[in-house]
């Protein structure tokens, strides 16, 4: 049976911590509530320095991670320019530092619209992307720099919310998968002046906004943590709901399909009356296929 902590919270990340040490707060605080044996990850990590949306998967939640990783992803960005550091934020060494003290506003605004629409990024360094079975943050922390190739990912918008010489901050709208320190770094080479990430929150992610984020102060002081879940079918949007009968239901929860209703609708949602999540899933010619079944 799903227990009631199956869901999603949503986590205002504090700055200095890792994503985690988030996970291994709400572990200590369920086993203190006596649900110790429920199952909890975090969907898409934060760097330490960052700040925002964290978005923690608990139960059968843990099941869509993936869903809810890949959704779009909007962040506040504060770059400053003239420096240049080896983790592209500050949190990294300096390695090259250079006059920003001409840059104006118009040239900033002239350089942003390269990188909107889909544009190929090179991950940093200091990632915990995998290259020859190793993360390159480990390789970075041997002194080691390899090549990396290169990835699509799309920006959706930039905006400039100040300019304060040399520092300003972006809000930018952008996929799943783009590294904001690469964005800072790649614009201050485009500009000849260099620049780093000096601050980040991300303000959305998916479904889950920051304004209805909880600290983890907040959920210190809450005993009942259910009333901070937020459902799983709440966290599909993107995911058109395919409304089933409770002889449908059962049906999915055997392993059997449903005959396809949809309208080139390749993935859905089969939910019941009551709001009850009961399968994710997936369209295999005309029948509906179940990828993801959930308990009763």
Avoid at 15 to 44: C, F, M, P, W
Avoid at 78 to 101: H, M, N, P, V, W
Wanted: glycine share 8%.
């Amino acid at each position: 049976m799903t227990t009631p902590f199956s869901g999603f919270l949503n986590i205002n990340k504090p700055q200095g911590i890792t994503s985690h040490d988030v996970v291994a707060q709400i572990r200590r605080g369920l086993k203190q509530r006596g649900l110790g044996a429920v199952k909890v990850g975090h969907a898409g990590t934060l760097d330490p320095m960052a700040t925002g949306v964290l978005i923690l998967c608990l139960g059968a939640a843990t099941r869509l991670s993936d869903d809810v990783m890949h959704g779009e992803k909007q962040y506040r960005a504060t770059l400053k320019f003239g420096e240049t550091t080896d983790t592209y934020d500050a949190e990294g060494q300096t390695l090259i530092t250079r006059d920003a003290s001409a840059l104006t506003r118009d040239q900033i605004d002239a350089a942003l619209p390269a990188f909107t629409g889909d544009i190929l990024q090179v991950p940093p360094m200091y990632s915990a992307i995998k290259q020859g079975g190793k993360k390159l943050y480990d390789l970075a922390r041997q002194g080691q720099t390899v090549e990396r190739e290169p990835r699509t990912v799309t920006i959706r918008a930039l905006e400039i919310v100040s300019w304060d010489s040399p520092s300003f901050i972006l809000d930018v709208t952008c996929s799943a998968g783009t590294y904001i320190r690469s964005l800072a770094y790649d614009l201050g080479e485009a500009l000849n002046v260099g620049a780093h990430l000096t601050g980040l929150i991300r303000t959305r992610s998916g479904a889950f906004a920051l304004d209805h984020a909880f600290t983890l102060e907040d959920l210190q002081q809450t005993e009942d943590w259910s009333s901070r879940l937020t459902p799983m079918h709440t966290a599909l949007p993107h995911l058109p709901i395919v409304p089933i009968t409770d002889d449908e239901a059962r049906d999915l929860r055997f392993g059997r399909s449903l005959p396809y209703t949809g309208d080139e609708i390749e993935r859905g949602v089969a939910m019941l009356p009551s709001g009850e999540l009961v399968a994710v899933l997936k369209r295999l010619e005309m029948v509906w296929q179940p990828e993801k079944v959930f308990p009763e």
